[in-house]
């Protein structure tokens, strides 16, 4: 199920309200922002992605949420994203300085076995990879494979999951695409447009 761009933007900005809330009191109500959303029971995998625009800096990227319904997993993503490598506290000024990015995936696809057939069967350009291992877990976003082609694409996304760059040519890992609608802020609280 896709969303409209409206409801891009509502999950970009509460995304946005969870992390500077959380950098002023960790003792926000995550429901009640949650429930800002219009659709909070749907359940829907979310990643968030904080960008230092000056920079060009990742300050983070959640990790995948499954568990939740979509306004929690939004929350949730947000707050996983601000932690990760750093406190949660950014300054006033760094929040000021962040661009939000929202990644809602769609139900993953096995690709076929055959390691030829997966080569042919992905669109780095399009498509996110999900690499799952016994526990492991890998998820690459088509952004990571900007210019490097579809073997290197496997590759980084087994070594996403633990796993040596090679191993997606084995038949028992299992490897997904998943398609992914893109919501940005083109500048730090500004406009959010789809990609």
């Known amino acids: 199920m896709s969303y409209t761009l409206d409801e891009g933007e509502e999950m970009v900005r509460t995304a ?36 230092h625009k000056p920079t060009g800096t990742v300050i983070g990227v ?11 997993a939004v929350v949730e993503a947000a707050l996983s994203a ?12 760094e929040l000021g300085e962040i661009t939000v990015e929202v990644y809602s995936l769609s139900e993953p696809q096995p690709l076929p076995k055959a390691f030829t057939a997966r080569v042919n069967d992905i669109d780095e350009k399009k498509d996110g990879i999900m690499v799952v291992y016994g526990t492991r877990t890998g998820i690459l976003l088509p952004e990571d494979s900007i210019g490097k082609g ?36 083109k500048a730090p609280n500004g406009k959010v447009v789809q990609i």
Request: charged content about 30%; some cysteine; glycine content about 4%.
């Open 16 to 51: 946005r309200s969870a992390v500077e809330l959380a950098s002023r009191s960790p003792f926000f109500d995550r429901n009640l922002l949650a429930k800002r959303l219009k659709d909070y029971n749907r359940h829907q995998k979310i990643i968030v992605k904080l960008l």
């Open 62 to 72: 959640s990790d995948y949420r499954t568990d939740l319904p979509n306004g929690m």
């Open 82 to 93: 601000a932690r990760k490598n750093r406190d949660i506290n950014l300054t006033d000024r």
């Open 150 to 185: 579809k073997i290197a694409y496997l590759e980084k996304a087994c070594e996403e999951a633990g796993l040596p760059g090679e191993y997606w040519k084995q038949p028992h890992v299992n490897i997904y695409k998943i398609g992914i609608q893109h919501f940005v802020e």
